[in-house]
Structures are given as C-alpha cells and as structure tokens.
C-alpha cells in the first residue's frame, strides 16, 4: 500500500523534478522500506499463529474437563458404595498402621495417566516415607504398584524391590472380579506379614487424603488377639461348620484384602478424575488469559505497523515535494 501510494505520488510530481533525484529517492524508499515491511508481517504472522495454537489448546482442556466431569460421576457411586464392604473387617480385624512386623509390603496405587495434579507424585512420597519407616536391618520392605506412574518413578531408586506392577488398570471399567483376580495373584507372589496398601481418598472435586490401610497375615492377627492388642477377642465369636480358626482367619484375610484394594482402587480413580478437572479447569483459565495478552500485543504489534506506514507515506511524499 505504501509503495503504491509513492509511485502514484512518483509520477504525479515526475515533470517538476530532474530524472536523477527521481530515481535516487525512489531506490532509498524501496530499500528502506523492505527490511521493516518484512520484519513486522513477520511478528504480526508469528502472533497470529500463536493465538491459534493456544485456542487450540483451549478446546483440548475443555473437552478433556468435560470427559473428567462424565467420568467422575459414573466412579463417585461406586466408590461410596464400596466403603461399606470393608468397614466390617475394620471392625472385626481393626486396622493398626503401628503394628510392628518383619515383612511389609507396601501396595502404592496410583493412576496409569497424567495431568491429573500431584496425586501420584503424593502417593509416591508417602510410599518412600513409609519403605524407610519400615527398613532396618531385621526389617523387609517390598513394593507392589498399580498403576504406570507409581512405577515410572518407584523403579528410578527402588527397581530391585519391585516384586509385582500392574498396569492398565483402568482400560476396562472397575469391577470387584477384576480386582479380586489382581489381589489373589498379589498374595500368591509376596510373603508378608502386613499389607500396607496407599491409595488417594476421594473428599471433593479440589480435595483428595492421602490414605493408608493395613491388612495383616492370619499369624500376626492372632499374635495379636492372644497379645490383647487392638485386634480384639476373637474367641467371641462362634464359628460354624467345621473350619478351624486359622482356616477362617485366612479366608477373613484374603476377603478383606480384596475389599479394601477394590475401595482404595475406586477412591483413587474418583480421586484422579476430580484432580484432573481442577487441572484442566486451570488449565482453560490459563490458556485464556494467554490468549487476552496475545490478543493485546497483536492489536499493538497491528497498529504500531500501520502508523508506521501511514509515517513513511507522509515523509516520502513531503520529500518528493521537497
């Protein structure tokens, strides 16, 4: 635009100026003015695009806010429900963290995907926390982890002590089978005299607890039934059709591990799911304030160009006349 206003001016002024000033004046102009021309559709170019990448990136938080939202609301109901299947066995067997055993193994649940906040990275903290409460020289700690970035960092500094990881966890819906299946195979592939399972408990959208719930072989619970623990009088009770109390106890066991790794797997999924739409809520915020200071500085970067041109018009004319 600016080059054909100072050719149209160019040739109306051509018959009252000698030829060589024409052309001397016209060459400066075009010389000077195609370095700054290209640099300022350049920025201008450069800001444009970035306004659309981070647009882009908009849409994709919001949706993945939205698929959270459906998520939550089909894993919420569940998971309150399950909190009643081991509440019983917190009763009967109780849950004592501060018992004091020889082989722990400490089961650390956590999520298969990110951008879902610090859940995982709390779950792994605590993890270490309780491993180095629980080392020592007649002491044995071991990891059983579900769940993909549990592992990615656990097996950094810990990979020898790994006896079991399970992934995937979550590519199907939940189920008490699925779960059930996963438990068994944990027991048949750890010894251990207590279970330590951490898992995320679900509180709200923005709040999650850091939990931890302690499943102890039959041995230890009837170590410390005689040893008048915590545990409680387990002669009370009246067992029926034949099975002795070791055989019940081990089936107590096995069913109540089940149970509180079905309810710490449901918590941590609402858990994630919550985290990962305050995430992405954050993250749509984010991107729109990014988008309001890019928004500005393309308007700026627009009229500082315009001014520009309109500046070069008016001098290059005034010259010509000149």
């Not at 290209?38 to 698929?67: D, F, L, P």
């Not at 002491?139 to 079991?164: F, H, M, N, P, T």
């Not at 102890?216 to 109390?245: F, H, M, N």
């Amino acid at each position: 635009m600016a080059m054909a206003a100072l050719r149209r001016e160019g040739r109306r002024l051509a018959p009252l100026i000698s030829p060589q000033p024409i052309t001397a004046a016209r060459s400066s102009l075009i010389s000077e003015e195609q370095v700054p021309v290209g640099v300022r559709s350049i920025s201008t170019q450069v800001v444009r695009n970035r306004m659309k990448s981070v647009k882009n990136i908009q849409k994709i938080t919001k949706a993945m806010k939205m698929v959270a939202a459906s998520k939550l609301r089909a894993i919420q109901t569940r998971a309150e429900n399950s909190r009643g299947l081991w509440q019983p066995f917190t009763a009967l067997l109780g849950d004592t963290p501060s018992v004091d055993v020889k082989k722990n193994v400490i089961i650390t649940v956590s999520s298969d995907k990110g951008l879902c906040g610090g859940i995982n990275s709390t779950a792994v903290k605590v993890s270490r926390a309780l491993h180095k409460l629980n080392s020592g020289p007649d002491k044995e700690s071991k990891y059983a982890i579900l769940g993909e970035k549990a592992k990615a960092q656990l097996v950094r500094d810990s990979k020898k002590e790994i006896v079991i990881s399970i992934t995937e966890l979550q590519k199907n819906p939940l189920n008490y089978t699925q779960v059930s299946v996963l438990a068994d195979d944990t027991l048949k592939n750890v010894e251990y005299d207590a279970l330590r399972i951490i898992f995320n408990k679900f509180n709200s959208v923005v709040s999650f607890l850091p939990t931890l719930s302690t499943v102890l072989s039959p041995e230890i619970v009837e170590r410390e039934a005689e040893a008048g623990g915590k545990i409680g009088d387990l002669d009370s009770y009246e067992i029926e059709g034949g099975e002795t109390k070791s055989e019940v106890l081990q089936n107590l066991v096995e069913f109540q591990f089940s149970c509180v790794l079905f309810n710490a797997v449901l918590e941590n999924a609402c858990s994630e799911q919550g985290a990962r739409m305050s995430a992405m809520d954050s993250s749509s915020r984010n991107a729109g304030d990014m988008l309001d200071r890019l928004t500005l500085t393309y308007n700026r970067t627009r009229q500082a160009s315009i001014t520009t041109e309109l500046i070069e018009i008016i001098s290059g004319a005034a010259a010509l006349e000149g």
